[in-house]
């Protein structure tokens, strides 16, 4: 397995284990101030750019939920590990001739903007597997982001995704814009658990709201994230996104 990441920043096994008991810390010191349940928001670690010994130390340290960016990489690792323990979560932008790896490997999808990648997950998601979890990504503050859709176009995918029988609409995800202001993180948060709740009035099913990473993670938790999606914090800085 190739170390993709020449970086000299990826946190060593003590730090990693360290940096994810800190890490469950905060989020359950906000999921108190913030009045959510206890163990309602689940730690998904951002291997990608890391190698297979940082998610082994991480593995060692009691994280099973990983997620990863960029497909070539991530079925490296899925099989490398080849652990049924270990639930994969695809969370990178999805080119229409590379559904049929993620709809074989993964576990979960956060970034389905179109129904023409809808369908093909669906369609080339093994019979043998149960249905892929897949979040509808919402472009919420990123006016410059290509991915995610609009949220106008939320109800529509929605229901078009709604009829396909191998795949299963769990929720929403989005990447806001990165900012300083506790304030100001949460109001794209808002936005979206908003379009959740209402989505949920047709689709009751609906539980997850994956948003929040290392910068935002609290703000993401008091607007009532259900999944956090950590990198930085865990595995130490990347030399890119
Ligand atoms: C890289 C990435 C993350 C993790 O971000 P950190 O700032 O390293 O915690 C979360 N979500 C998505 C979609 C990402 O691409």
Redesign the pocket.
């Known amino acids: 397995m190739k170390d993709i990441d020449k970086n000299i920043k990826t946190n060593t096994e003590e730090e990693i284990s360290a940096a994810l008991a800190q890490i469950r810390q905060r989020i359950s010191a906000a999921e108190q101030r913030f009045k959510r349940d206890p163990n309602s928001v689940q730690l998904l670690a ?1 291997s ?1 750019t890391k190698p297979v010994a940082a998610i082994q130390a991480a593995i060692d340290a009691g994280q099973s939920c990983f ?1 990863e ?1 960029y497909l070539q990489e991530a079925v490296e690792k899925i099989m490398y590990f080849n652990n049924p323990q270990l639930i994969w979560h695809f ?2 932008s999805i080119q229409s001739n590379k559904t049929r790896d993620i709809a074989q490997h993964f576990h979960w999808v ?2 389905v903007d179109r129904i023409k990648i809808a369908r093909r997950l669906s369609e080339q998601r093994p019979n043998h597997l149960p249905p892929l979890n897949i979040c509808l990504q919402i472009n919420i503050s990123d006016e410059d982001s290509k991915s995610g859709i609009a949220p106008e176009e939320l109800k529509q995918l929605a229901a078009d995704c709604s009829s396909l029988t191998n795949i299963k609409i769990r929720g929403l ?1 989005a ?1 806001p814009a990165q900012d300083s202001d506790f304030a100001r993180q949460r109001a794209p948060f808002r936005q979206l658990r908003l379009l959740f709740t209402e989505l949920q009035s047709s689709y009751p099913e609906l539980d997850t709201l994956s948003m929040g ?3 935002d993670l609290e703000a993401a938790i008091a607007e009532g994230a259900t999944i956090v ?5 865990i595995f130490g800085a ?1 030399n890119y ?1």
């Open positions: 951002v990608k997620a960016n969370i990178g956060h970034t995800m990447m990473t290392t910068n999606r950590i990198g930085t914090a990347r996104q």
